[in-house]
């Protein structure tokens, strides 16, 4: 994964921080992400994300779970071994309906955790870098990617200038990589020389 | 969820002047500080029942079923009273975070996080009861449908029993998955707030690489709303197909179509009961009163009122039905052998109807909802009430069965039946007791949520949008989108 250099500015007010990042992508940055410690309603829209799918994967993982488990019992009670329960219909359709719900929700619960997690690249043990620390903490953290024509300092005064109580510059590893955080201190917080 | 504004008749969900940083230091704290010595007497003793319990179960696995007092007639006894009553005090947390998140109540950020604990830990303790009734317990995989050696011949997929398996496993991994997604973030704020190495190395990873980020919130967010979503008629289905474990027989008493609602009335009523046992402890013992708050208390006993006067419908509609219907063996059931006081077991009949349906009817009262001792104390007799309901259905119903040379009164538990139970309650009160040091016991992240629209010193900035004309209130404060 590539090192990348990012201005970082800290907030402490969420009503600070939306006009912040409305002045931010006015002046034409590109906000690579907002840590918040809690979900700040609106704030996706605001840095232009679209709507996640999530849901729209679950209801497939539920579909699944449903034709998996009234394919496998009526595969089983009618055709591999046809059991015959007090003279009942071998196709008890109403007697399966507990199972085939509970493996739909099973299903989609499931399906979705994982996707959830593929889709955030977490596992256990999976170390990303922090670009503050009290970003789970009190702080919204807005991170910008540098690109050759940034120029840090003057992003780093138009964050101030919008309310920003911190900013930085930091070189930081984009992606995830496996690692414990006892030696946050050296890994993490390179300060580039100014 | 849009609306940023909450009026000021409503009672805050967070007293005190918090900030953020606050939120964060007053819930992660118990986690950092040493335990008090009573937690250390909690855990002893916890974990002293559970020792029991497994010698109990040892027993059981080692000689066999009658290790325990059952009989030719009374063959579901205090296990299965043990199974569906721990089974139904965990609907209590699925409730409180799944439904209560979907009916948009502010309310359930503080209590959601414990119950939700509460849950897993008590279907947890269900599941022992069920397996080890099998009585060889190492053959308990056979309930799985696997192409087996035997043919393959499967499990019968008509069987509510076999309904039980799916349902309470399901719930289990549901529920399981559900609370750890919520933890997440907070075991990241513990994380990244951490000072010794290898607190900082554990909850680094438990809290799989989080980092607060918008686009994972953004999913986070979908994902528990689906999840809810999903567990509110999960655990409808759970406690219902518990109760087709009787309702599907042909038994007197459990023969009726009145059971799924009145089950699942009767888990969120002892599941209620449970949530409030257990927090007043809590947030007495870790200093969360200003988190977990009298008006929580207030509205949960609410929940209890009602549920338990549901309950209480419930026996009288049955009772009134032992006589509509006209059925000998219906009314013998209902009239005789649980509703004659000097019945063999017309005590428990009469326990359970003062436990469950008289005495909750004092939280009308608003001074009595308030009042955490009364709560604590009302707590405990709705739980022992609980278990006296599923007692009389089970017991009352198969002591007396139609071949009276068969007829049995003297069931009463073994020891090892007892030290079952027990057991149980170890099981419990450990992972409860570990739950309550090493994990953050309020959702911390939804507390901040909350904190500027329902906290109490935020609250007063609200009088002056009370004060707004409608257009500029609804410009201002009206759904967002």
């Known amino acids: 994964m590539a090192q990348k250099k990012f201005v970082v500015g800290c907030f402490d007010d969420e009503k600070v921080l939306f006009p912040a990042v409305k002045q931010v992508r006015t002046a034409g940055y590109k906000i690579q992400d907002v840590y918040t410690p809690f979900p700040v309603h609106g704030l996706d829209h605001a840095l232009g994300m679209r709507e996640t799918s999530l849901h729209t994967a679950g209801f497939i993982y539920g579909i699944t779970g449903t034709t998996t488990a009234i394919s496998c019992i009526s595969w089983i009670f009618t055709k591999d071994w046809p059991l015959n329960i007090g003279g009942k219909p071998h196709f008890a359709l109403p007697a399966w309906i507990p199972i085939i719900f509970e ?10 955790v994982m996707t959830f997690l593929w889709l955030c690249q977490m596992a256990p043990g999976v170390k990303k870098h922090h670009f503050h620390k009290r970003a789970t903490n009190d702080l919204f953290v807005m991170v910008i990617e540098c690109t050759e024509k940034t120029n840090a300092e003057d992003l780093k005064a138009l964050l101030a200038a919008n309310g920003a109580v911190e900013t930085d510059i930091q070189v930081a590893e984009d992606g995830w990589w496996f690692g414990t955080y006892d030696n946050d201190n050296e890994v993490l ?3 580039v020389a100014h | 969820m849009h609306l940023k504004y909450e009026s000021q008749l409503r009672e805050p969900l967070v007293y005190g002047n918090k900030t953020y940083a606050q939120v964060t230091e007053d819930i992660v704290r118990p986690i950092e500080a040493k335990p008090s010595r ?24 080692t000689y066999g079923i009658g290790e325990w007092n059952l009989n030719k007639t009374i063959g579901w006894g205090w296990d299965i009273t043990n199974f569906v009553w721990w089974v139904g005090i965990g609907h209590a947390g699925t409730l409180i975070s799944a439904v209560l998140l979907l009916f948009r109540q502010g309310w359930r950020t503080g209590v959601n996080r414990a119950a939700e604990a509460m849950t897993i830990f008590a279907v947890m303790c269900a599941g022992q009861f069920p397996i080890f009734h099998m009585g060889r317990v190492w053959m308990a995989f056979f309930v799985m449908p696997y192409p087996n050696s035997r043919g393959p011949l499967w499990v019968n997929f008509n069987s509510p029993l076999l309904w039980d398996v799916f349902a309470i496993s399901t719930y289990f991994t549901v529920s399981l998955l559900f609370w750890y997604s919520g933890l997440l973030p907070d075991f990241a704020t513990v994380r990244d707030r951490a000072f010794t190495k290898l607190r900082k190395k554990l909850y680094g990873i438990a809290a799989f690489g989080w980092t607060g980020s918008t686009k994972h919130w953004q ?3 979908s994902l528990s709303l689906v999840l809810a979503g999903l567990s509110t008629p999960l655990v409808l289905s759970v406690h219902t197909i518990v109760s087709f474990d009787f309702a599907t027989s042909v038994i007197p008493g459990w023969h009726t179509t009145i059971f799924p609602p009145y089950f699942v009335a009767g888990a969120i009523f002892s599941g209620f009961a449970m949530v409030q046992t257990l927090l007043l ?3 007495k013992v870790f200093g969360l009163t200003d988190y977990i708050t009298i008006g929580h208390i207030d509205l949960m006993n609410k929940v209890i009122v009602l549920t338990g006067s549901i309950v209480g419908i419930a026996y009288l509609t049955e009772l009134f039905m032992g006589w509509y219907s006209q059925n000998k063996y219906e009314g013998y059931t209902f009239w005789y052998s649980r509703a004659y006081l000097f019945s063999p077991y017309g005590w428990s009949y009469w326990g359970m109807m003062a436990c469950n349906v008289l005495s909750p009817q004092i939280f009308w009262s608003k001074k009595m909802r308030r009042n955490v001792f009364v709560t604590f104390f009302m707590s405990i007799i709705v739980n022992i009430g609980m278990w006296f309901e599923r007692f009389v259905i089970i017991v009352t119903s198969l002591y007396r069965d139609y071949l009276p040379s068969s007829w049995s009164v003297y069931y009463s538990p073994s020891i090892w039946e007892i030290g079952f139970y027990a057991g149980t309650f170890g099981l419990f009160f450990t992972c409860f007791f570990l739950f309550a040091k090493y994990f953050p016991v309020i959702a911390i992240a939804e507390i901040k949520y909350v904190l500027k629209r329902s906290g109490e010193s935020y609250k007063p900035e609200f009088d002056a949008i009370e004060t707004q004309p409608l257009d500029k209130f609804v410009h201002d404060h009206g759904h967002a989108h």
Do not use: C, D, N, P
């Open chain 1, 103 to 112: 493996l739909t929700v099973l299903f989609a619960a499931v399906g979705m």
């Open chain 1, 189 to 191: 917080y390179k300060q």
């Open chain 2, 38 to 61: 009573l937690w250390y007497i909690g855990f002893f003793i916890a974990v002293t029942l559970l020792m029991f319990g497994a010698y109990s179960v040892y027993r059981e696995v």
């Open chain 2, 219 to 221: 999913r986070h967010e």
């Open chain 2, 281 to 283: 402890i809590v947030r």
